[in-house]
């Protein structure tokens, strides 16, 4: 089993709340190369959740695309696997998550403390598929226990065959900087291995630059994508020409409409719809105010009508 072979570098991250459906084909529209869904509990699958279940839904316009699951018992994980086999090109198993009710739960990046637990755990479900399996981790779980070259090795030797490295440690969170170095440090430890880079790409010249500075095979773009899904043409362009083609923000509001379209073919809520209209207004010129109204909306018709407004106000039609 390979990692499947991508015609871009610059893949779409899982994010929690999202890395939803439409976003993901948003993405692959605009130019990613690969998509991940949100990282998906593992007992919710296996206890039939229907919640966790719809998060794993998969359209078939975004291939190549991954199904991030997380957990801590190699059992649960493995029938989890077992059953969203088929249905994705890759299996990723998140080693790196810091949230505080997930790491209390001993899984994510709290996993990390544990490389024993983790070797069995790949172990367990590499051996379990046909599919490829895949991790995502950090740097370790605390600035003083940086294990990542390890906890890379032996997921790779016990049947990973690609990991991704959040360039942080647990405790940073998304604090500080991301450290590009260990993702040099990791590629040259494992030349054979693909080997992922992510944390801090916010601009296509950041995703350029990672590639060129750390040798990495691919790039994951998280908080950058989020609010600008433009960011892969941009960098794909950058990469391949050495300049992009800078986004009008009138383009974003088409980009929005876009996105809503998608949603509501997938049938997603309105919850989902406002955080990525949230999102995909920052950086536009007086948009802070819109936001600001669009917080305290309850549906779609309120969200377009202030959307209107505002465009029509502002010259962006």
């Known amino acids: 089993m390979t990692y499947p072979a991508l015609k871009g570098k610059f893949i779409l991250a899982p994010m929690s709340g999202v890395s939803d459906v439409a976003f993901r084909v948003l993405c692959k529209r605009h130019g990613a190369a690969m998509t991940y869904t949100e990282f998906c509990s593992a007992d919710g699958i296996v206890q039939g959740n229907a919640v966790t279940r719809k998060l794993f839904f998969l359209s078939d316009e975004e291939n190549p695309v991954g199904v991030q699951l997380f957990g801590s018992n190699p059992e649960t994980v493995r029938k989890a696997a077992q059953e969203v086999e088929g249905k994705a090109s890759v299996i990723d198993f998140n080693l790196g998550c810091p949230a505080w009710h997930v790491v209390q739960n001993n899984c994510g990046s709290a996993l990390m403390k544990d490389p024993d637990a983790i070797e069995e755990l790949v172990r367990t479900v590499s051996a379990a598929l046909s599919t490829p399996f ?15 070259i390890q906890v890379a090795q032996r997921c790779v030797a016990a049947g990973a065959v690609a990991v991704a490295l959040h360039a942080r440690t647990s405790r940073q969170g998304y604090s500080g900087s991301a450290d590009w170095s260990a993702i040099k440090a990791l590629k040259q430890a ?5 080997i992922i880079g992510n944390g801090d790409v916010f601009s296509p010249e950041d995703a350029v630059r990672m590639l060129q500075e750390t040798g990495c095979d691919y790039v994951m773009i998280g908080r950058g994508a989020r609010n600008n899904p433009f960011i892969f043409t941009q960098a ?30 997938y049938g997603l ?20 105010e819109l936001r600001e109204q ?9 969200c377009q009508r202030l959307v209107d407004i505002f465009r029509t106000e502002n010259g962006y039609v």
């Open 134 to 148: 895949t991790v995502k981790i950090r740097l370790g779980f605390t600035e003083h226990t940086k294990n990542f």
């Open 269 to 288: 809520d309105y919850a989902r719809i406002k955080s990525h209209a949230m999102s995909l207004t920052k950086g536009i010129p007086g948009a802070k």
């Open 190 to 194: 494992l030349p054979d291995t693909i």
């Open 236 to 265: 794909n362009e950058l990469l391949t020409t050495g300049a992009y083609t800078p986004i009008p923000a009138e383009k974003k509001f088409f980009l929005f409409e876009e996105y809503i379209s998608l949603a509501q073919e």
């Open 294 to 302: 669009l917080v305290r909306t309850t549906s779609l018709i309120e």
